[in-house]
């Protein structure tokens, strides 16, 4: 069993198109995170939830939106995509970010996001 | 702000050869994690550090937080092909808040 997986695996879409993609863990973690990984390799963290409650919100644009319906899943929406959206997100989780010994990330395949 | 610096951005070392990333911080770090991407892969999480000046060893791998706990180290011995990838850095600050390096993309020429 895969203990993050997201979906889709690749994703390719024209500009101004809306698409989710959703992430789940079956780790029993409290804590998930989305990043966005460039091609220049930086990964930058966009948001993070803890027990289906937003305690991370980087500077990102508000076309990106985080739902938690659940403390084992966080989806990811973009409204209107851009050329510059084009990048691989990558979910993750952990045990509880609040304890540092609890923190050690489990990411998931990543979700290769193509914007033409 | 909380920045950390990884360094070099990029390593091509011969098979055999040793190799070393280093990440230093402008602030005192709570701790750092360790993570490795092989290519086309996900961020796999190799290690974590807590103690001021801790060494801790993974077979070939050698992983070191400084004295003051703002600067840590990977270090490789002997080189394999396997170790293709790239090596990010991840302190945790006292406020919680972590944050990835910018990561160091190793290459290894057999």
């Known amino acids: 069993d895969t203990a993050v997986s997201q979906t889709p695996k690749y994703l390719v879409t024209q500009m101004g198109n809306d698409k989710s993609i959703k992430c789940e863990q079956n780790l029993g973690h409290d804590t998930m995170y989305w990043y966005k990984q460039d091609s220049k390799k930086f990964l930058k963290i966009m948001f993070s939830?803890?027990?289906?409650?937003?305690?991370i919100n980087e500077t990102v644009p508000n076309r990106f939106s985080p739902k938690s319906p659940d403390k084992a899943h966080l989806n990811l929406h973009i409204n209107s995509l851009e050329l510059g959206d084009s990048a691989v997100y990558f979910c993750?989780?952990?045990?509880?970010?609040?304890?540092?010994?609890?923190?050690?990330?489990?990411f998931g395949p990543g979700t290769r996001l193509t914007v033409l | 702000g909380q920045q950390v610096m990884q360094i070099p951005q990029y390593q091509h070392v011969q098979e055999g050869e040793d190799f070393t990333t280093y990440c230093n911080s402008s602030?005192?770090?709570?701790?750092i994690q360790w993570y490795k991407q092989r290519p086309g892969g996900h961020p796999v999480f190799l290690i974590q550090?807590?103690?001021?000046?801790e060494v801790k060893k993974q077979k070939r791998l050698t992983f070191q937080f400084g004295e003051a706990k703002k600067n840590s180290s990977l270090h490789i011995t002997a080189t394999q092909t396997t170790d293709v990838g790239t090596y990010f850095c991840?302190?945790?600050?006292?406020?919680?808040?972590?944050?990835f390096g910018a990561g160091t993309r190793l290459t290894v020429k057999p």
């Open positions: 550090l807590v103690k001021s000046g």
């Open positions: 602030t005192t770090l709570s701790n």
């Open positions: 993750a989780s952990s045990q509880d970010y609040s304890v540092p010994s609890y923190n050690e990330q489990f």
């Open positions: 991840a302190p945790r600050y006292n406020n919680n808040d972590m944050r």
């Open positions: 939830y803890n027990n289906k409650e937003l305690i």
